[in-house]
């Protein structure tokens, strides 16, 4: 491992007064908090700053493009016709439930901009868990896609506090009954007047922003309330990993804002964390391209990159594996790639390597975040990624990290316990669950559930997951809430959900029930009742029938392990 200059020593120079990556101590919520001391302070803001950066392409899809001028604009009708023609302010909620479109993104920014606080719902989910997310979050509109639209349909007399659908990309006798048309409303006769602008909404950096449901360990899912604070950190965050991975290479860190925009591949959700706060937010504020995928393909990938002259692409590890391994792979010109940036699941530790010999100088990065830390908390990038390929790197400076034993006191470096994390990223917690929110968030520090040890410099290594729970191509999925379904088949006595190896997604659903005296079901039938109340990613691909009862330990815990090691010993 080659000597470079100490994190700390780094990260005290870049941070330090009146330097360009300035920390300051803020109240948030009562807690003393680490945090950007020259940050955007609300999304408006950010949408606000991005008008300056003119006709510079910002999004394409498909064969359109689209300008960030004409990307403000659009957001700004939709901002302005939120509140003058559905009367929404400040807080109430505005979702949105549709794949990756353009229009996904100027509903995102033109509901930001109008005080909304943008509910950004799973394009995968099934007509029902769509129904249960608008009603628990109590949404006054929604903008959808045509299929999602179709879904939202089926359960609208259930959502009495669900004033209006707005459909986007639908054809003729696409748009449902009582729904409207996403040009009638967001682009009517005379909405590219000169001088669009922004409402006068009076937002704080503290205010609520955006609810993102993850998966729940109690049956239905838990949105995640987070702060305009928690949002705008992420591009100052990213910036200063670029700063931080010079400087470890001995170079000189570029100022914030100074290097040249990329184009980026945009291959994950938006409504997740990581495409929505870390990829759409920070290219917004920096200026950068990004190129929309109707649907990941690694052979499309590979065209679009050498296209668009892509600098950075990823998304979880198996999009990058993918792109290696695809035979096209030498017959692109890929000079265009600066970096591959992953995270969301366990990366291969001979990932970074390939990455490094098969794009030459590009550099491999794996990180750490999630719903609740608002995407970006930890970053491994190049030269540290190399050395230490099994580390997910060491936390931006606005964020602590800490590994803690079952009573939550504090373990020296080197000891496995619960990774726990604190920052201005940090979510305010769970929306209308108190109890949850007391059990997952301590004094500002979130419990991340992972198990995780903590190097002398600071490197973290996430070791095993704390939660019941498996990570399918970067999809998370809370086994007691795949259980709880398969529990109320009339055939299931118990039902036991495991993580099932695989080369590429990381893993798959699984699943182990033993069935009722005198009742029958196949494989194909408990599949099909699982796949008609949730999300298709959730649905087992495997069906082990146990005979007998489950095997639990002395305190009635189903042995997964053992279970594991029983239908699937090679995993």
Not at 18 to 43: C, M, S, Y
Not at 343 to 363: K, V, Y
Not at 423 to 452: C, I, M, R, S
Not at 489 to 501: C, F, N, T
């Amino acid at each position: 491992m080659s000597a470079k200059r100490p994190v700390a020593d780094i990260d005290a120079e870049l941070t330090a007064p009146g330097g360009p990556f300035e920390i300051e101590q803020v109240d948030i919520r009562g807690v003393p908090t680490r945090a950007w001391k020259h940050a955007p302070a609300t999304l408006a803001d950010i949408l606000r700053r991005s008008r300056g950066y003119g006709e510079r392409t910002f999004l394409v899809y498909e064969a359109e493009q689209l300008s960030f001028e004409d990307h403000f604009r659009a957001a700004a009708r939709v901002a302005n016709g939120l509140r003058d023609r559905f009367g929404v302010r400040r807080g109430d909620r505005v979702a949105i439930a549709m794949r990756n479109y353009p229009e996904w993104s100027e509903a995102f920014w033109g509901a930001s901009a109008a005080g909304a606080v943008v509910v950004l719902l799973n394009a995968w989910w099934t007509a029902e868990e769509l129904r249960y997310g608008l009603a628990d979050s109590g949404c006054r509109v929604v903008f959808a896609d045509a299929e999602r639209a179709r879904r939202i349909a089926a359960h609208r007399a259930d959502l009495p506090d669900l004033e209006a659908v707005v459909v986007a990309r639908a054809g003729a006798g696409d748009i449902p009954a009582g729904m409207l048309d996403w040009p009638a409303v967001v682009d009517p006769p005379g909405a590219d007047a000169p001088g669009s602008d922004l409402p006068a909404v009076e937002v704080d950096t503290d205010d609520d922003a955006t609810i993102l449901y993850t998966s729940g360990t109690t049956g239905h899912p838990k949105g995640v309330l987070g702060t305009h604070r928690n949002i705008c950190t992420n591009p100052i965050s990213a910036q200063y990993v670029a700063a931080r991975a010079a400087a470890r290479a001995g170079a000189e860190p570029p100022a914030p804002g100074s290097a040249p925009p990329g184009a980026y591949l945009l291959s994950v959700p938006l409504f997740h964390a990581t495409g929505c706060h870390s990829l759409l937010v920070g290219h917004v504020y920096n200026g950068g391209k990004m190129v929309m995928m109707h649907r990941w393909d690694p052979g499309r990938a590979l065209e679009l990159i050498e296209r668009e002259r892509i600098t950075a692409f990823g998304g979880v590890p198996t999009m990058a594996l993918q792109v290696l391994d695809h035979p096209d792979f030498g017959k692109r010109d890929l000079s265009s790639v600066r970096s591959v940036r992953y995270g969301g699941a366990p990366a291969p530790p001979d990932l970074a390597r390939r990455i490094n010999e098969q794009f030459n100088s590009s550099q491999g990065m794996n990180g750490y975040g999630m719903t609740e830390t608002s995407a970006l908390a930890t970053m491994n990038a190049g030269g540290d990624y190399l050395d230490r390929p099994d580390s997910v790197g060491v936390p931006v400076p606005v964020v602590e990290a800490k590994v803690v034993d079952p009573g939550g006191r504090d373990l020296p470096p080197g000891q496995v316990g619960e990774l726990w994390m604190k920052g201005p990223n940090v979510v305010k917690g769970y929306w209308n669950q108190p109890e949850a929110t007391a059990e997952t968030f301590t004094d500002g520090w979130v419990h991340t559930g992972d198990v995780a040890r903590i190097d002398a410099e600071g490197f973290v290594y996430i070791v095993d997951r704390a939660k019941d729970m498996l990570i399918r191509g970067g999809e998370n999925v809370y086994c007691v809430e795949v259980e709880g379904v398969l529990h109320a088949h009339p055939a299931v006595a118990e039902a036991a959900v495991i993580g099932i190896p695989h080369p590429t997604l990381g893993e798959e659903v699984g699943a182990v029930v033993t069935l009722l005296p005198g009742r029958d079901a196949t494989q194909q039938e408990l599949q099909h009742f699982v796949a008609a109340r949730l999300a298709a990613f959730k649905v087992p691909v495997q069906v082990w029938f146990h005979p007998g009862g489950l095997p639990r330990n002395p305190g009635g815990k189903v042995l997964k392990r053992e279970l594991r090691q029983q239908v699937c010993p090679s995993g």
